[in-house]
Nanobody, 127 residues
Framework: QVQLVESGGGLVQVGGSLRLSCAAS????????MAWFRQAPGKERDFVAG????????YYTDSVKGRSTISRDNAKNTVYLQMNSLKPEDTAVYYC????????????????????WGQGTQVTVSS
């Protein structure tokens, strides 16, 4: 049974930083594509960042590129999302996702391409 548990969200002021964590069990995060998505009220769930399996290639949506870093600690079986220079438009529930399928290779951007999800963690950026 795969479980993903996010933590690290909270209330932060504009320009602040947060590090989100996604602790996985049931699968080694190093063997799967992992991603972060976010969903603001009344909006669709959008891709934020992803990290490929077995390597450290990453991909970011344009709105967070240069401000965010996705990383992985294989020993802790945890994926992180470091977010800096936070803006009000970053306010959303952030979800960790794991893609169970190994093929075709690559980092996918659609929610339906991921098979397991965490419960989400709220990030609120106040101005």
């Amino acid at each position: 049974q795969v479980q993903l548990v996010e933590s690290g969200g909270g209330l932060v002021q504009v320009g602040g930083s947060l590090r989100l964590s996604c602790a996985a069990s049931g699968r080694a995060v190093s063997t799967r594509v992992m991603a972060w998505f976010r969903q603001a009220p009344g909006k669709e769930r959008d891709f934020v960042a992803g990290i490929n399996r077995n390597e450290d290639s990453t991909y970011y949506t344009d709105s967070v590129k240069g401000r965010s870093t996705i990383s992985r600690d294989n020993a802790k079986n945890t994926v992180y999302l470091q977010m800096n220079s936070l803006k009000p438009e970053d306010t959303a529930v952030y979800y960790c996702a794991l893609r169970e399928r190994l093929l075709p290779p690559g980092i996918y951007h659609r929610p339906l391409d991921y098979d397991y999800w965490g419960q989400g963690t709220q990030v609120t950026v106040s101005s």
